[in-house]
T-cell receptor
Framework: QKEVEQNSGPLSVPEGAIASLNCTYSDRVSQSFFWYRQYSGKSPELIMSIYSNGDKEDGRFTAQLNKASQYVSLLIRDSQPSDSATYLCAPQTGANNLFFGTGTRLTVIP | KAGVTQTPRYLIKTRGQQVTLSCSPISGHRSVSWYQQTPGQGLQFLFEYFSETQRNKGNFPGRFSGRQFSNSRSEMNVSTLELGDSALYLC???????????????FGNGTRLTVT
């Protein structure tokens, strides 16, 4: 059974701070990794993808991947109240499935 | 480009009934996946279709079935509804072609099913 573990939160950070979201996965063959953001009552939207070990930056978001440790993280710099949402980690297996973690609920306090 | 479209947005059904949900993928996307989302279980994979064939299936009972049409549109059917089937059902499409792919999923707005 493939598993994805995320720090369940809720995670609260003050506006302007860095929010750090972590995820570990059990399936060693996972090659692609995605972070989705889901606002309450809405569907998940893709915010980051990462395929190689190391860091990938996109605006205020940085994804970090360490395949040897089976660990992927998402950093949000200069957090804004609009970043308040649930963040879902999703490794993709060779079977073209995404297995989602249960998500980390982030609240950015103004 | 239009996104993934799911209909209907809301459904209320009674135990024992059946329901059909519809999904139109993003133009050019041939892979369609279905997920069930509940507060306690998170996003659970139901199945994935590609070129009218079910490629992958999650761990759900046979009451849950689906199909895909030649235009890539997909339907999901749940028969003999149970109270526990109340959930948000999400459809997602991707550019995936091969069995192994790094294409992300793009989700529709979902269908909220309530079983009473």
């Amino acid at each position: 059974q493939k598993e994805v573990e995320q720090n369940s939160g809720p995670l609260s950070v003050p506006e302007g701070a860095i929010a750090s979201l972590n995820c570990t996965y059990s399936d060693r063959v996972s090659q692609s990794f995605f972070w989705y953001r889901q606002y309450s009552g809405k569907s998940p939207e893709l915010i980051m993808s990462i395929y190689s070990n190391g860091d990938k930056e996109d605006g205020r978001f940085t994804a970090q991947l360490n395949k040897a440790s089976q660990y992927v993280s998402l950093l949000i710099r200069d957090s804004q109240p609009s970043d308040s949402a649930t963040y879902l980690c999703a490794p993709q297996t060779g079977a073209n499935n995404l297995f989602f973690g249960t998500g980390t609920r982030l609240t950015v306090i103004p | 480009k239009a996104g993934v479209t799911q209909t209907p947005r809301y459904l209320i059904k009674t135990r024992g009934q059946q329901v059909t949900l519809s999904c139109s993928p993003i133009s050019g996307h041939r892979s369609v996946s279905w997920y069930q989302q509940t507060p306690g279980q998170g996003l659970q994979f139901l199945f994935e279709y590609f070129s009218e064939t079910q490629r992958n299936k999650g761990n759900f009972p046979g009451r849950f079935s689906g199909r895909q049409f030649s235009n890539s549109r997909s339907e999901m059917n749940v028969s003999t509804l149970e109270l526990g089937d109340s959930a948000l059902y999400l459809c997602a499409s991707s550019l995936s072609t091969g069995y192994s792919s790094n294409s992300p999923l793009h989700f529709g707005n979902g269908t909220r099913l309530t079983v009473t």
